[in-house]
């Protein structure tokens, strides 16, 4: 047996246990949900065993349901362009500062992922209202002449769904830049090279993986939350998350939550594999 093999042969055995916690408690559920999709539901019953795809054929001609799946990609893609916008930025950041500066940025960045999805949405509701810090900040400063309110607005949703994915995204890119040698950009500088295009010639094809892999992470996360948007959004902003919601436990029509839940797991699948045909095939992590 050659070296080769026996490293991807230890790499396999050393992979082995995560993969098998993979298949037992995200594999086999996805494969009942996906049966539980082609079940029937004729009545108040939960569901009845069969086979249809009755409710896949609903996704596809009630509004409800397309404008639903239409509203979440829009939000789900406006939102994870920010995020890494967002996050780029500040990852340059933090990876240009000196030593004590990069600690306490981090800090910062880890702040939300020490409190809880529900603690933040309360500071939302603080912060959106009339009465809220917002309004009284745009008061003082004199930019607006009397109180306003962002609660209950697809931007506040907006807002919330960017405050949340925005740390996951954050740690992606900076492990992506700690990858890269400074004497790269100084060397480009040294070549009379001006910023932007030492950012374009320089930066962005070393970054263009981790550009991917945070755009792709924040992609799946929005998709999926559903707390967000329902508490910061107006009554009129459905989700396929929300939908799922009142399927289950509204309507108690199982088959139809899972068909909808299913098309979450495609959609985050093909956001998978597209992201995959997009990276380099040898794609490097450091210089």
Known sequence: MTAQRRKQRTA?????????IVLIF?????????????????DQRLFVPGFTFEHYG????NPVFTGAIWTTVKLAVM?????????????????????????????????????????????WWMFFPKNGLLSYALLSLGLVND???LMYTEFAAFVGLIYVTLPYCFFILLSIFDGIDRRLIEASGDLGAPPLTTFREVLLPLTWTGLLVAFSQSFIWTMGTY??????????????????????????????????????VLGVAAVMV?????????????V
Request: with cysteine; hydrophobic share 55%; glycine share 6%.
């Open 12 to 20: 396999l055995l050393l992979l082995l246990p995560a993969l098998v």
């Open 26 to 42: 995200f594999g086999l559920p996805t494969i009942f949900m996906a049966r539980m999709s082609f079940n029937l539901h004729p």
């Open 58 to 61: 609903a996704l596809l001609s």
């Open 79 to 123: 939102a994870s362009i920010a995020t890494v916008v967002i996050g780029y930025a500040f990852a340059l950041i933090v990876w240009l500062k000196p030593p004590r500066w990069r600690l306490l940025l981090i800090g910062v960045a880890l702040c939300p992922l020490l409190i809880s999805e529900i603690a933040i949405i309360f500071g």
């Open 147 to 149: 109180k306003i309110s």
């Open 227 to 264: 707390a967000t948007p329902s508490a910061l959004g107006p009554d009129t902003l459905w989700t396929v998350g929300y939908l799922i919601q009142e399927q289950m436990l509204g309507k108690h029509n199982w088959p139809l939550a899972a068909a909808l839940s299913m098309v979450l």
């Open 274 to 286: 597209l992201t995959r045909s997009l990276m380099p095939k040898r794609a490097s992590y450091h």
